[in-house]
């Protein structure tokens, strides 16, 4: 099973708002992934966490708050967006924290900040 | 520097022909690794192939088929008797197997995609 989950689909939300994206995975991986994609570009990396611990963080705006209560969920908390920071936000996992092991996907979050 | 070139921004066939989707890297490490992503419409990226830069042999799943040529630093993929199903993104993607601290890239270097289009 190489599920990974991310809830809510879709977000639509206003510039003053805080909410939180979602991400699960339970294949035992111990390292997981913000990607950001807008459309027609590749997937942007912007967080990882290895073992529960941020290793990465790929300057991304304070805007953007990323945590991992335990070694199954990410969340990545949103506050002030700004509408270009509408994009799809994807997490990932792999099973280990070598950057050649095969990371998985989980559908996305579209966000769209009015 | 570590470069992925998808010169492919688009393709579209008719169902059923035979697709050849262009991957050229680049990379100063002899260690690395290769990838193939699929993101249909939904958005999910699905994974495809991890090849190491130590096995050249050339892979076949079902329709799909990967040639990986290190003379030419190409990982191409061809899709056999494309379908509909078949019509997405792919992305190929490139790793170097270096530790922090030895310059080696930390990311998952991606091509800019080539958008396939497959028509009935």
């Known amino acids: 099973d190489t599920e990974v989950t991310q809830t809510p689909k879709h977000l639509v939300m206003g510039m003053t708002n805080k909410k939180s994206l979602k991400c699960e995975q339970h294949?035992?991986?111990?390292?997981m992934y913000w990607y950001k994609q807008k459309a027609k570009k590749p997937p942007e990396l912007m967080f990882v966490?290895?073992?529960?611990?941020?290793?990465i963080n790929e300057s991304v705006p304070s805007r953007f708050s990323p945590e991992c209560p335990n070694s199954s969920l990410l969340n990545l908390h949103l506050h002030a967006l700004q509408p270009e920071d509408s994009a799809l936000y994807l997490c990932?996992?792999?099973?280990?924290?070598?950057?050649?092991?095969?990371?998985?996907f989980g559908p996305g979050t579209r966000l769209l900040v009015l | 520097a570590q470069k992925v070139t998808q010169a492919q921004t688009e393709i579209s066939v008719v169902e059923k022909e035979d697709v050849t989707l262009d991957c050229v890297y680049e990379?100063?490490?002899?260690?690395?690794?290769l990838f193939w992503y699929k993101q249909p419409p939904s958005g999910e990226l699905v994974f495809l192939i991890r090849?190491?830069?130590?096995?050249?042999q050339n892979e076949i799943s079902g329709r799909y088929s990967w040639n990986f040529q290190k003379s030419t630093s190409s990982f191409n993929f061809t899709i056999t008797a494309s379908q509909v199903v078949d019509s997405a993104v792919y992305f190929c993607?490139?790793?170097?197997?270096?530790?922090?601290?030895?310059?080696?890239?930390?990311?998952?270097?991606f091509g800019k995609g080539t958008k396939l289009t497959v028509n009935p």
């Open positions: 294949m035992g991986h111990r390292a």
């Open positions: 990932a996992s792999s099973h280990g924290t070598i950057i050649t092991e095969t990371q998985y």
């Open positions: 990379t100063r490490d002899t260690t690395y690794y």
């Open positions: 993607a490139l790793s170097e197997a270096k530790v922090s601290g030895q310059g080696g890239s930390e990311k998952l270097v």
């Open positions: 090849r190491n830069s130590f096995d050249e």
């Open positions: 966490y290895s073992y529960e611990k941020l290793s």
